[in-house]
């Protein structure tokens, strides 16, 4: 074997030895993602709401829903975003400042990652606004819209807030 090709065999072994480290690097990174996540329960208050009969003409409705971290851990929201364009949600975080809006992926809903922390025993608040309007005259009918929240938590990683109403022109 020629000194090129003794070369060329070395550097291929390190690029393999590297490769295999960063392999089994990144997995112990993935595990300490693990340590991050809380054991802690993320609940809502009311998970399910009910606007009863709306009209288009009176714009929008809101409802907040209040979530509550019950365990000792703190939980991390790490996204919000909702099932439809006609509806977006607002964090109310535990000091009062508004984060968002947050809508539908993929449909001019804005961002999803969310990253607000609540801590133990602290209380957060999802403000959902539905526009009735949004989807023109061939909207009316029941509406059925959620509010989705992925969490770090191993209790309850995902939440829906649901709400529903009647709209007519």
Same mark, same amino acid.
């Given at each position: 074997?020629?000194?090129?090709?003794?070369?060329?065999?070395?550097?291929?072994?390190? &690029?393999? !030895?590297?490769?295999?480290?960063?392999? %089994?690097g990144?997995?112990?990174s993935?595990?300490? #993602?693990?340590?991050?996540?809380?054991?802690?329960?993320?609940?809502? &208050?009311e #998970? =399910? %709401? =009910?606007?009863?009969?709306?009209?288009?003409?009176?714009?929008? !409705?809101?409802?907040?829903f209040?979530?509550?971290?019950?365990?000792?851990?703190?939980?991390?929201?790490?996204?919000v975003?909702t099932? *439809?364009? *006609? @509806?977006?949600?607002?964090?109310?975080?535990? =000091?009062g400042?508004?984060?968002?809006?947050y809508?539908?992926?993929?449909?001019?809903?804005?961002?999803? +990652?969310?990253?607000? $922390?609540v +801590?133990?025993?602290? @209380?957060?608040?999802?403000?959902?606004? %539905?526009?009735?309007?949004?989807?023109?005259?061939?909207?009316?009918? &029941?509406?059925n819209?959620?509010?989705? &929240? $992925?969490t #770090?938590?191993?209790? @309850?990683? +995902?939440?829906?807030?649901?709400?529903?109403?009647?709209?007519?022109?």
């Amino acid at each position: 074997m020629n000194s090129k090709n003794q070369i060329i065999l070395i550097v291929v072994v390190i &690029l393999a !030895v590297l490769g295999i480290a960063l392999f %089994f690097g990144s997995g112990k990174s993935g595990s300490s #993602n693990a340590k991050t996540q809380s054991a802690s329960v993320l609940s809502a &208050l009311e #998970n =399910d %709401f =009910d606007f009863g009969t709306i009209s288009m003409k009176n714009g929008n !409705v809101s409802k907040m829903f209040e979530l509550k971290n019950g365990g000792t851990d703190s939980i991390v929201i790490n996204k919000v975003y909702t099932s *439809c364009m *006609c @509806t977006e949600a607002n964090i109310i975080a535990p =000091d009062g400042e508004s984060i968002g809006p947050y809508g539908m992926p993929g449909h001019g809903g804005g961002i999803s +990652k969310a990253d607000v $922390e609540v +801590k133990p025993g602290e @209380t957060v608040k999802i403000e959902a606004i %539905f526009n009735p309007a949004a989807h023109g005259p061939s909207g009316v009918g &029941l509406a059925n819209r959620t509010v989705f &929240l $992925e969490t #770090n938590s191993s209790q @309850t990683p +995902k939440l829906e807030l649901n709400f529903k109403a009647m709209v007519t022109n």
